[in-house]
């Protein structure tokens, strides 16, 4: 059975920096296509971005050029690198691990930005 933990989220000021991880286990990580979604309060959870087992990588348009997702098959984890955060990015950020049929998604770690 997969697991997914995500870590990094926190209060942080308009403008500032965070790094998300998620980290995988019970599953054979190479096969599976990650991706970093986020839920506000009030509104549907929206993609934030994709990578899939061969690296490609989606952005929705309004992190493009702010934020980046990357992969190490070494250490079973995926990261998001967010740089520029606007109070709008406040949300609960969730990890989803996709192969197949299979799917799982984290617990969600929280991120506020204020202005």
């Known amino acids: 059975q997969g697991k997914l933990v995500e870590s990094g989220g926190g209060l942080v000021q308009a403008g500032e920096s965070l790094r998300l991880s998620c980290a995988a286990s019970g599953i054979t990580f190479t096969l599976y296509e990650f991706g970093w979604y986020r839920q506000a309060p009030g509104k549907q959870r929206e993609m934030v971005a994709r990578i899939s087992s061969d690296g490609s990588i989606n952005y929705t348009d309004s992190v493009n050029g702010r934020f980046t997702i990357s992969r190490d098959n070494g250490k079973n984890t995926v990261s998001l690198q967010m740089t520029s955060l606007k109070p709008v990015d406040t949300a609960v950020y969730l990890c989803?691990?996709?192969?197949?049929?299979?799917?799982?998604w984290g617990q969600g770690t929280q991120v506020t930005v204020s202005s």
């Open positions: 989803n691990a996709q192969f197949k049929t299979l799917n799982y």
